[in-house]
């Protein structure tokens, strides 16, 4: 293992900023796959599943079990000093590094961040992006690829190697433009978000679940062999998912407490009821939430309090 200093950045008031990256095989090696984790300070559990997959490479790598001619660069974090202060965006400005690719090495701090962490991820074959989901909630762990021309539809049927239930094929949006994942397959990276069930807290049971996925995805690529003392199951046949054929569950006539008869991951049936809506000063039934199709919970809202409108479910149809 080569641990080193991806970028530094000098901040006021504290020590310098340091990015750094840990790269696992031989120095002249094929640079196979690079995996990055937190971009926003809110990230914890995508921090502690590529800490997790630091400590297990180096096992495997002590037992001789990366390939000769390939390479695997983890970054843990792009953001410490946002998750040292325990701000989601870059401090002063509240900037989005994930919406600053390609990066400018001339240009704001979160834009020089995204040219260095640009400079080294555009090597690689392989690129996975350890990511937050964009709404508060509960849902399915699952690969996702961002349509983007003909990269996208190879890296699908590479998505089948992490195993996982689900591969989501979704089209992109303007905003896109300027996420790591998209500017990546521009560069002729086979790139795959991958999604964990926590954000701001630590998972445990969806962590291995990821750091699994991810360890088999390396071995079906034929990166690494698998040692039989972790254990790792064969994984699914993913499903591959438009995004467009989620079916939204929406709060049509109130706001008020929601309580949830059913979870992410839970089979259910046409007419099933999913959860309630109760007035806030007597708790009497506002409206009730049935699933309109049978097929599993993709993803739960998780707050307490909802507003009218608003998405509390999203079935993937049988």
Known sequence: ?????????????REPMRIRGFEFGSEHSERSCAIIGSMRGNEV???FVCATLVSLLARIEQSGMIAKNKSVLIIPCVNPLSMNLIERFWPGDGADINRSFPGDSNGRSTERIAAAIM???RLFTYGIQLCSFNQPGDFMPHVRITHQGPISQESLTLAQDFGLDYAMDREP????STTLNYVWQECGTNAFSLY???TNRIDTDS???VTDAVLRFLARRQVIELPKELGIAAGHSSRVLRESELVDVRSERASGFFVSSTHAG???RAGQQLGVILDT???HLLESLASPVSGQVFFMRTDPLIQQHMVLFRIAPS
Request: charged share 20%.
């Open 1 to 13: 293992m080569i641990r080193g200093t991806i970028y530094q950045m000098h901040v006021p008031h």
């Open 45 to 47: 559990q995508q921090a």
């Open 119 to 121: 400079r080294v991820a």
């Open 173 to 176: 949006t303007p905003f896109d």
């Open 196 to 198: 964990s069930r926590a």
């Open 207 to 209: 962590a291995k679940t």
């Open 266 to 268: 839970d089979h259910v």
């Open 281 to 283: 000063m007597d708790a």
